[in-house]
């Protein structure tokens, strides 16, 4: 997907954290061995760079430590073109970390260190809700803290009330989902323009398939599946030979919502997504493929 020019500024709100990674499958956490990293990440950051590469105006509303990973966060997003202005550095917590494994069929597993992340407070908002021309929220967010998802509840209102869209990920295992984060995701899901769920999600986690007017089903290496109002149709992505999964829903989102916001119909932005998305499982680190 080329870079496009589009209006209006694309916000995430949430997680910034760094990623530390085993070099290969098969090498558990719950061992000494070897790590690459730290990568920056974030559901919500990774989105925020993958949307300011493809030539949007984008801001990040995060918290992070006043440490080295705060700083290679905050450097490697400015350094992407993200306003990082609203990524506020709180020095009474570290920055949030995940160590992540895989196993021998692609299953992750993960030991998170929020920290920082799960700090983020509704003044750190500012008045980006009433700036901004979409918000884009992760199920990830609204699961790692309940005060981090109040604020992105509260972005999320705000951003409607004031004549943004929204899209939701839900992005939440359904053996983590309680009452409360049912609530959230639900709550979310009815502010709505677009859905972006993994195939099965939306069920699992007892979320209305026809809640949003676009619903856009990931299939991974078989692509997309795009419902709108005029019926379903599917998109198919293009070969690519997965190295590392993580951030290929964030970086799938973030084209679908540039390609919209860029005039593009929903079919048309599948499109552009699973091109974007597929490159990104070819590289190690959650960012570090290039979008263009």
């Not at 020095?91 to 299953?107: I, K, N, Q």
């Not at 700036?131 to 803290?145: D, E, F, M």
């Not at 409360?180 to 007892?206: F, K, N, Y």
Request: charged share 20%; with cysteine; glycine share 10%.
């Amino acid at each position: 997907m080329r870079a496009v020019t589009t209006s209006g500024l694309v916000l995430a709100a949430g997680e910034a954290l760094v990623e530390i990674m085993r070099p290969a499958p098969g090498q558990p956490l719950d061992r000494p061995g070897a790590f690459l990293g730290p990568y920056a990440s974030g559901a919500p950051a990774i989105f925020a760079s993958v949307a300011a590469r493809l030539g949007a105006p984008a801001a990040l509303c995060a918290a992070v430590g006043d440490d080295a990973f705060g700083a290679l966060l905050r450097a490697r997003l400015a350094a992407d073109g993200v306003d990082v202005a609203a990524v506020r550095v709180d020095p009474a917590a570290a920055t949030g970390c995940a160590f992540v494994a895989y196993d021998a069929v692609g299953g992750r597993s993960f030991v998170f260190h929020a920290g920082a992340a799960a700090r983020l407070a509704p003044a750190d908002l500012g008045d980006l809700p009433e700036r901004a021309a979409w918000l884009h929220v992760s199920g990830s967010t609204l699961a790692l803290a309940p005060g981090l998802a109040d604020v992105v509840g509260a972005a999320a209102e705000r951003v409607r009330r004031a004549g943004g869209r929204v899209s939701l990920d839900p992005n939440v295992r359904p053996d983590a989902l309680g009452r409360d984060l049912a609530a959230r995701l639900q709550a979310i899901a009815a502010l709505a323009d677009v859905l972006l769920p993994s195939e099965g999600e939306l069920a699992a986690l007892g979320l209305d398939a026809a809640a949003a007017p676009v619903v856009c089903t990931t299939l991974g290496a078989a692509g997309a599946r795009v419902r709108t109002a005029a019926g379903a149709e599917d998109v198919p992505a293009p070969a690519a030979e997965e190295r590392d999964p993580t951030g290929a829903g964030d970086h799938f989102a973030a084209a679908f919502v540039v390609a919209t916001l860029a005039g593009a119909a929903p079919v048309e932005a599948a499109r552009a997504a699973v091109a974007v998305a597929a490159r990104s499982v070819e590289h190690q680190g959650p960012m570090e493929a290039p979008v263009g």
